[in-house]
Nanobody, 125 residues
Framework: VHVVESGGGLVQPGGSLRLSCETS????????VGWFRQAPGKEREGVSC????????YYSDSVKGRFTISKDNTENTWYLQMNDLKPEDTAVYYC???????????????????WGKGTLVTVSS
């Protein structure tokens, strides 16, 4: 399974970015997809996850109300719309996917099965 992120870059505080994630090679639909980030010197954080069986969604407190996760109808592409970006949102963002059973919060706090290589988001004036 290949997972590829795109859409990172440099943005000013208060600005917006949309990250995209495309997958290929999966033989079955994923149970959950998500976005994670890791800032320099910090642990990886589950930012937002989307779970398909009971259709639950999770956002970390740090992004709630500013970020929105969504997917397209093909189920092999999903997005993270990031609004009102702050310098503390600067990090490498990874998209990930998994199979299994659990809530979106569970998946965002677990080690997903399939990972992209990451895309850098820098929020700075």
């Amino acid at each position: 399974v290949h997972v590829v992120e795109s859409g990172g870059g440099l943005v000013q505080p208060g600005g917006s970015l949309r990250l995209s994630c495309e997958t290929s090679g999966a033989t079955l639909p994923f149970s959950a997809v998500g976005w994670f980030r890791q800032a320099p010197g910090k642990e990886r954080e589950g930012v937002s996850c989307l779970e398909y069986i009971v259709k639950s969604t999770y956002y970390s407190d740090s992004v709630k109300g500013r970020f929105t996760i969504s997917k397209d109808n093909t189920e092999n592409t999903w997005y993270l719309q990031m609004n009102d970006l702050k310098p503390e949102d600067t990090a490498v963002y990874y998209c990930a996917a998994a199979n299994g059973v659990g809530t979106a919060s569970y998946f965002c706090h677990s080690d997903m099965q399939f990972w992209g290589k990451g895309t850098l988001v820098t929020v700075s004036s």
